[in-house]
């Protein structure tokens, strides 16, 4: 009886045994084709917000301009005007994710008028633009539904709506030029307040022959550095767009659509490397 059991027990061993099958290749496994990828995570993440979504579609509406061009200049109209096609939907798109634009508007100025600020002149610039922006807004958003006659609104009004929210949106833009400015001579002043500590803080060390802890000096550093490229790729950016507004803000103006598509192309690039970076 007893070698009986033990046979019966063996028995079940057996049968629970898990059994191990090597793994064959499927064609229905397509995730094996495609390696894991940062690159392809951080593409989904940015893509996913808004402003992503923005400054891609932003890019490609401005070189579409530039291939436009470049393709009516070689006799191939029939591509230019397939390019075109895909341009003008963007266009519309890109209005329509603006009409959310109010709202982080109202919490900007919020922020603005309850932080305290580097500057009086700051202050009172972001104000100003923040005034701009609460006309350009609903003007760009009243003329984009008359143009497509969701409102009633004649053409002739839809186009004079237009110029005054481009007026009011090339405003904002020479007002930044005047911030930047103003940014530009805060961070030289913290720049060289830097450089003297630590120019006392070495004369210091020699006198006494202590080491200095230049740790704190070091992030300030770096977060100069990063202030003075952030001054620089919004210099770039309002660069771009200070054309565009002055053109679109004319009744009649000769500046050509691929000049639009340069200097938009310029904004949209730089852009989307900010955004890019923050995501």
């Known amino acids: 009886m007893a070698a009986a059991s033990k046979q019966d027990v063996d028995a079940t061993e057996e049968v629970h045994q898990p059994v191990v099958r090597k793994s064959s290749p499927s064609i229905l496994a397509l995730g094996k084709l495609f390696p894991q990828s940062k690159t392809l995570d951080h593409t989904v993440k940015f893509l996913s917000q808004v402003r992503g ?23 191939r109209e029939s591509t230019a005007k397939r390019i075109s096609n895909l341009s003008g939907p963007i266009s519309d798109f890109r209005i329509l994710l603006r009409y959310y634009g109010l709202l982080p508007l109202i919490q900007w100025m919020q922020y603005v008028d309850n932080t305290p600020s580097p500057s009086s002149l700051l202050l009172t610039i972001d104000r100003l633009q923040n005034i701009c922006n609460l006309i350009y807004y609903p003007l760009e958003h009243i003329y984009w539904l008359g143009a497509h006659e969701v409102i009633p609104i004649s053409m002739e009004k839809t186009n004079k709506i237009a110029i005054w929210s481009c007026r009011f949106w090339a405003a904002y833009v020479v ?4 911030h930047l400015v103003e940014e530009y001579r805060l961070y ?12 006392a803080a070495d004369k210091k ?3 006494t022959g202590e080491p200095v802890d230049k740790t704190e000096y070091k992030s300030e550093l770096a977060a100069l550095k990063a202030e003075k490229k952030g ?19 004319l009744e009649n103006s000769g500046f050509p659509d691929v000049g639009v598509g340069i200097f938009g192309g310029i904004a949209a690039v730089a852009q989307f490397y900010v955004a890019w970076k923050s995501t």
């Not at 007002?175 to 005047?178: A, D, S």
């Not at 030289?188 to 120019?199: G, M, P, V, Y």
């Not at 620089?232 to 053109?247: A, D, K, S």
């Open 175 to 178: 007002l930044q030029f005047v």
């Open 188 to 199: 030289k002043a913290r720049l060289h307040s830097t450089q003297a500590q630590i120019k």
């Open 231 to 249: 001054i620089f790729i919004n210099t770039l950016i309002n660069t771009g767009y200070l054309p565009l507004t002055v053109h679109w803000s």
């Open 53 to 75: 979504t923005d400054k891609t579609l932003m890019v490609i509406q401005y070189f579409s301009k530039i291939f436009i061009w470049y393709f009516i200049k070689r006799g």
């Open 205 to 207: 060390a020699k006198e």
